[in-house]
C-alpha cells in the first residue's frame, strides 16, 4: 500500500502534496528568520515564573499544618512540576532553544524534574515517537505498551481491564513515562535484551531514587513536625502533574480523527510527506492561553509534530497558517475543546477493550488498516516494534 | 572518515561508507553523536568539506567537539569543523535523497 493511498491523501496530487510541503517550509522559514529577542525573553520569563511559583510551594508548605496553606503550596508546586516538565523540559529537550546558545537551556544538557532519564526521553520521544508518530508497532505512544488503542493491535482479554489500566496510567503517569523507553511489549514477548534492559533499569533507578530524596526525603524533613503533610502535598503535586500530563499526551493522537499509519506507508517518505503524515497522526485541542500555557504548547500538537523544535511561544501563530492550509487543501485538522477530545479517546479506550465482534455494529474511529484494504490483518503480518537504541543502551548489548 | 561510526552502522551490523539515513534522523532527533553514539554535549560540531561549511549544510550527523576533532585528525586538510548551539534536521523533498544538517547559531572562532 503506497503512501498515496492513505485515505485522507487520496484526493491530492503529486503536485499539491509537493506545494504543500513547499507552503510548510515556508511557514517554517518565517519562524526560523524572526525567531530573536522576544522569544528568548518568553522562556526565560517562564522559568523565572516556574522557579518562583515552585519555591514559593515549597515555602508556603512550611504553614502546612494550616490547611489552606497545605492546599496553596501544593497548588504552587503542582503548577511548577507542570510548567518544568511540559512547556519547559519537553520543549527544550526537543532543542526547541538550542539557537540561544545558552548551555543551559539546551537539548544536550536539560534534566527535568521527574522520574525518565532525558536522555531515555530523548530517545522514546523525540525519535521513536517523532519520526513513527502513530505508527503501530513502532511508536509506543500509543497506549504506552498497555493500552489497545486500534484495531490493528490483536484483542485480548487481558484488554478487558483497559479502563482501570488507564485511570491507573493516568495517576501514575510519571511512572509509566519512566518504563517508557524500555519497551513493555518486547519485555512482554522476551524479545528485549536482558543486559540492554539491566543498564536501562540502572539508569532509572538512579533518577528515581534523586526524585525520591528530593520529593520524599529531603524537603519533607526541612519542614520538621509537618513532615508527613510535606510528603502528601509533594506526593499531591506529582499526581496533579501526572493526571495533567497524560490528559495532554492522549489528546494529542488519540481522539477522533488521528491517523494511524503501517510501516510501509513511510517506507523512505519525502518531506511533503513527512509533514502529511505528522498532520493526520496528531490532534489538537482549544483552551484559554493560560490552558495551552500549562500544557506545553501541545493544545497545538499538529504544529508541534510538523515543528517540533521551533519555540513553543510561536505554534499559536502557526496553528491559524496550517489551519488555513488545511482547509484549502482539504486535509483534516483535528481539534476541539479539551474536554470533547478526552470524551472520545475514553470512548476508544472503553470500546478496545472488547473483542472486534461485540462493537462490530459501532467500530472505533480509529479503523484497522487492513480492514480499509477489504480484510483484517493476520497477527504475523502485524508490525513488530522498532528495537534499535543509542550507543548508551545498545552497547551494553 | 575512516573509523567505523555510529551514523555508519547499518541495522545488520555492517558499515556504510556514508551515512545511514536511519541513523542520521536518530542522531539528529535523539540528540546524539553521529561518531559515538553517545548523548550530544554543548556546543554541538559539524565536520565536513569547505562547501559543506560555505553553505552551512552538512552531511554527517552532529558530533561532540572533540569527537569532531578525532575525525578532523584522521583528515586533515579536508575538512572544517563548525560549532554551534542549535541545528535544523533537514528531510530531503525527493525519494531516496539523504537528509542534511543545517547549524543555526554558529560559534565564531577566536
Redesign the interface.
Known sequence: MAFSDVREYTHLTDEEVEAIGRELDQIRKEIEESRGQADRDYILRIIKIQRRLAAAGRITLFASFFPPAWLLGTVMLGSAKILENIEIGHNTMHGQWDWMNDPEIHSSNWEWDTTQPAEQWKHSHNYIHHQFTNVIGHDNDIGYGILRMTRDQKWHPVNLGQPVYNALLALFFEWGVALHDLDIGAIRKGEKNPKVLKRQLKQIYKKVGKQALKDYIVYPALTGPFWLRTLTANATANLMRNVWAYLVIFCGHFPDGAVHFTEEELEDETRAEWYLRQMLGSANFEGSKLTHLMSGQLGYQIEHHLFPDLPSNRYAEVAVKVKDLCKRYDIPYTTGPLGRQYMQVLRTIMKLSLPDKLTSHDPPPTAPRGEQRGRRLKDEERPRARSELGHWSSSAA | MTTQL?AQQR?DGTVDAGVVK?RA??CA????CGS?????????AFVGSAEEAAALLFAFPPLHPSCAEELLRDAPGEQVLVR??????V??????DPVSFRP??V?EDD
Request: with cysteine; proline share 6%.
Open positions: 555510529f541495522d536511519k534522523i536518530q532527533l535523539s540528540r546524539i559515538c553514539g553517545k548523548s550530544l554535549t554543548w556546543p554541538v554551534t548551539g542549535g541545528f535544523e534536521l528531510r530531503p523533498t525527493r525519494r531516496g543555526n547559531s560559534i
